[in-house]
């Protein structure tokens, strides 16, 4: 009889701070194999297999719409047949999912923990024409329910009746999430192969491989399909699910960021001025204006798409940039701190984008107006490198990527400060530990360089008492606490009200920007 081994995976406590572990969302197979040990120890002690939210055996063994913990590339490899997606419906050919190449990327610029939330498998590639438009809605309510007004109720009660995106619920210890396939859910119909471009090897550069598996020999003739594209109707629904991911994040999870990618646009105007015409097309908007669905500071959209080494398996030989973006942010986080911008990081991966990006030296170009406002991958004299780290957010206070960070853990943090105090006395000495232990974490903050200002009173204040809450607050058992940052990258403070109810939910907003 064979012995097979197995690698346990060391056990990596979470903690509050912590925001590099991104959860992707998405379509992609399932290999047929069993499943690991410390998988099935994982879904069981989370109560998916006997517990209260126990799933089928069938539905256990896809892994279908339950979340499984990764912490290397080899290990989503050996759960997922990531590679087995169809181009056509009627031929044997096959190219990866997006979601698979999003994971690999991410790990591949030193991610080190994913969360896979597998919704199905992919569909074909080229479909007939008017499929993609007919199957989007499903296909966009396995990603966030919420796309189609009015959906079911969210029962945060009941992870049985999750989906997609509403597990990020269950999941505390995710700061990033990516929907991978969310742009070519909306894209237009895919576009005839471009027979004129010739059969020629891609020149990849080494590729580390998975063990589990030889690679496969590779499929040239993926570099005369389109990667997809979308027009005004697809714009328009990418938008609206995007929004609606964004409202759900906002209700329940408004200490993680979305990190997207920006659609392919057909437009020929798209290329001659981006900024301009995501801002006519209200999917930007621009300063002083009513927010786009799009402009939020918890939402990172990057651009343009990536030719790179190891995309050789994707149509027109192009992944969407979400991945990188995730990889470099959790990297970022990781080895210099969450607050401190990954804008200038070289990626020596990275061959070529679609379009290419016209980077000048003055800041009114085209191109560098983007930049604001979409994390942008662009050539520099010594390589290509990510731009610029940036939200969405036409407020100029929240556009540096790393304030959000910052205030996202710090949400984390005052959440985890009230699980433990929640059934302490809503009163002074309750109020004073709260304050101390903030006053403690933005302390550790200003050492590190993450808040601005000579001293800790310049940097931050910290208010929790009769001044912060009203009488209707103390009778109905809610603590507020008022806290004022100068973030380093920025220029204004940022005055945040924490919340948290006798239910045990913390509610972090932005009340003003002073």
Same mark, same amino acid.
């Given at each position: ?236 629904? !990418? =938008?609206? +699910?995007? $929004?609606? %991911?964004?409202?759900?994040? #906002?209700?329940?999870?408004? *200490?993680?960021? @979305?990190? &997207? ?43 343009? !798409? =990536?030719? +790179?080494? $190891?995309? %050789?398996?994707?149509?027109? #030989?192009?992944?969407?940039? *979400?991945?990188? @973006?995730? &990889? ?60 610029? *780290? ?125």
């Amino acid at each position: 009889m064979p012995l097979e081994f197995e690698t346990a995976r060391a056990s990596v406590p979470a903690t509050p701070q912590r925001t590099d572990i991104a959860c992707f969302i998405g379509h992609v197979r399932r290999r047929n194999s069993p499943l690991p040990k410390q998988v099935t120890q994982d879904l069981r002690a989370a109560g998916w297999i006997d517990g209260p939210w126990r799933r089928d055996e069938t539905q256990i063994r896809s892994l279908d719409q339950l979340p499984v913990t990764v912490e290397s590339w080899e290990a989503f490899d050996r759960l997922f047949d990531w590679r087995s997606r169809p181009v056509s419906a009627a031929g044997p050919a096959t190219c990866a999912s997006y979601l698979g190449a999003a994971v690999r990327r991410f790990f591949g610029q030193g991610g080190q923990r994913a969360i896979i939330v597998r919704v199905g498998n992919p569909w074909p590639f080229m479909e007939d024409a008017g499929s993609r438009a007919a199957n989007r809605e499903a296909r966009l309510r396995r990603l966030t329910p919420d796309f189609v007004v009015p959906s079911l109720p969210f029962d945060s009660t009941d992870p049985r009746t999750w989906r997609g995106l509403q597990h990020l619920y269950g999941l505390g210890e995710a700061s990033l999430v990516c929907l991978p396939d969310l742009v070519d859910a909306c894209a237009d119909d895919p576009v005839p192969p471009d027979a004129t471009l010739p059969l020629v090897p891609v020149s990849e550069g080494f590729v580390e491989c998975s063990e589990s598996e030889a690679p496969p020999p590779e499929d040239l003739a993926l570099r005369r399909l389109h990667a997809p594209r979308c027009g005004a109707v697809g714009l328009a629904d !990418w =938008l609206r +699910a995007l $929004g609606a %991911a964004r409202g759900f994040l #906002l209700r329940h999870r408004r *200490d993680v960021i @979305l990190i &997207g990618a920006l659609p392919l646009m057909a437009s020929a105007a798209a290329q001659r001025d981006p900024l301009g015409y995501l801002e006519l097309q209200n999917i930007l908007a621009a300063d002083g204006e009513d927010p786009g669905r799009a402009s939020s500071a918890f939402v990172q959209l990057a651009y343009p !798409w =990536l030719s +790179a080494r $190891g995309s %050789a398996d994707l149509p027109q #030989l192009l992944e969407p940039p *979400d991945g990188l @973006l995730a &990889g470099l942010v959790a990297a970022g986080a990781l080895a210099r701190g969450t607050f401190r911008s990954v804008a200038g990081s070289l990626l020596p991966a990275v061959m070529d984008t679609e379009p290419v990006a016209s980077w000048g030296l003055t800041s009114d170009t085209p191109w560098a107006l983007l930049a604001e406002r979409i994390c942008l991958v662009a050539r520099q004299p010594d390589g290509w490198a990510l731009q610029s *780290d940036v939200t969405t957010s036409p407020d100029s206070a929240w556009r540096a990527g790393g304030v959000t960070r910052m205030m996202a853990s710090l949400v984390r943090a005052a959440r985890a400060t009230g699980e433990v105090e929640l059934f302490g006395a809503n009163g002074p000495a309750l109020w004073t530990r709260v304050r101390r232990h903030l006053e403690a974490l933005l302390i550790a903050y200003w050492q590190e360089g993450g808040l601005g200002g000579a001293t800790p009173d310049e940097a931050f204040e910290v208010r929790c008492d009769r001044s912060t809450m009203t009488q209707n607050d103390l009778d109905s058992g809610r603590l507020v606490a008022r806290i004022t940052v100068l973030p380093v990258a920025a220029i204004e403070r940022i005055t945040v009200v924490l919340a948290l109810s006798a239910a045990g939910q913390l509610v972090g907003e932005v009340r003003e920007v002073a």
